[in-house]
């Protein structure tokens, strides 16, 4: 809240009671509240002062609070809108996050919920507005440093990834959730960070949950959190993801391999904005902004049924898809060239060049793990490459078997033996009684996924494949042991 003079809020609804307690309950918190009861007053109100925040009930005698929400936006005018939707009503409250509402709230209106939501809409005011010429403050509002710092790592010129970048800035500032969409290694997780750190929440929590990681039986507990004695080893209360992002963006990566039964649990908190931990009777408020992503082909699984349709229409209320890297040849130079200033910033190598020979090589190849793909290459060659240069020999790998190589037999045959390559065994374990058998077999359990992810090139589906392992089951002992990609700082694999 400002401390010079309090926030102006306007509230629009026609039954005055509720009126009332809105009213109260904002004036409570120290801003200064006007009230109308539909939306011929609400103009009449808005024609003649400006407000930080209006909130606006959906159903008012004379029309939709939508239409007020769109008659703001066509106007350009800075106030955030908060719109109250009947309970249960999922497309009004997409209609209305769709139509530039900054949030909305579900009635019964819980007061604890509206000052969240009124102060969050404040908060994402702060940021003044780039100088733009006939741009409004409150349409795109600069987004904060750290956010170009995020946007900045979101490398490519091709129109698909500018558009991207300014999506992200214009999304960032609501509540709407978003949902990307992309092949895999396409960028989907940056895109997500950036959309956290391009708004409000910046400075809160950014909790990324792999959704295929986790165990069935263990789902629940990760998400919602539980209570000391809930289930056989919960020994103290614990928290789950939504807590743990309060305030801030829970990230759902691989959102399409979310269990069924998982995903009427999630509807439900998003449609109530609670969450209740195993084994508690109380349930908890909910303030984090939902940013999904899959690879998937989304509208597919809803057809087969193995993604429910309301909760698709829940989390795809703003849709952000990540190209894949052969829709963006032009972009490979510019992100082979980041990537690799990356790769050595990190091991502490001075940067090779790339020769024209190696990048039409690169341009030759299909990569179909994307940007992904290209770093794991890149990062290979530096860990072979003994010049100031990376070259075609550097880059291929004599022992690749994959057929999408477009170059693969016009490869250089001066290749550094398998040897130079892949770890040297790991010594014989003696066959003394550990003191710390879990953490013995964890170890052990490590070097076996190491090595066969090494062996893969880090390709998760092949290294489970050699291992008798489903992917998911994959995905959780990665994550588990706290093993991490080669390719990325904060990228878990
Ligand atoms: N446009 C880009 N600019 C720079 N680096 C990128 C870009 N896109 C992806 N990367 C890099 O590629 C790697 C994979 O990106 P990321 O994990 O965001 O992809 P993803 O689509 O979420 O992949 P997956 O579906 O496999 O989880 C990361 O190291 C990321 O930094």
Redesign the pocket.
Known sequence: MPSISPAAILVVDDEPDLRTLYELTLLREGYQVESAADLTEARMVLDRSSFDVVITDMRLPDGLGLELLREMNDSQRRERCIVITAYGSAENAVEALKAGAFDYLTKPVDLKQLRAAVTASLQSQRHPAPAVTGQPASVTPAPPPGGVHALS????GAPA?VQIRSRIEKVATSMAPVL?L???????????RAVHECSHRASSPFVAV?CGAIPDNLIEAEFFGARKGAYTGASQDREGYFQAAKGGTLFL??IGDLPLAMQAKLLRVIQERRVRPLGGVQEEPVDVRLVS???KDLAALVKSGDFRQDLFYRLNVIGLR?PALRERRE?LPQ?AQ??LD?ICKESGQAVPTLSAESLDWLQARELP????E??NLLQRAMALSTNDSLDVGDLCDPEESTTTNALRHQAPTQEPSRQDRVDPPEPAQEASIPADLQSYLDQQERQVLLKALKETDFNRTAAAARLGLNLRQMRYRIQRLGIE?P??DD?VL
Do not use: P, W
């Open positions: 790592r979101i490398v490519g990834m990307i992309g092949e895999s290694g396409t960028g989907k997780e940056l895109v997500a792999n990566d691989e992503a899959t690879h990540t972009d992100l980041v990537l990356r793990g994307n940007v992904r290209l770093e990609s390719s990325a990228d």
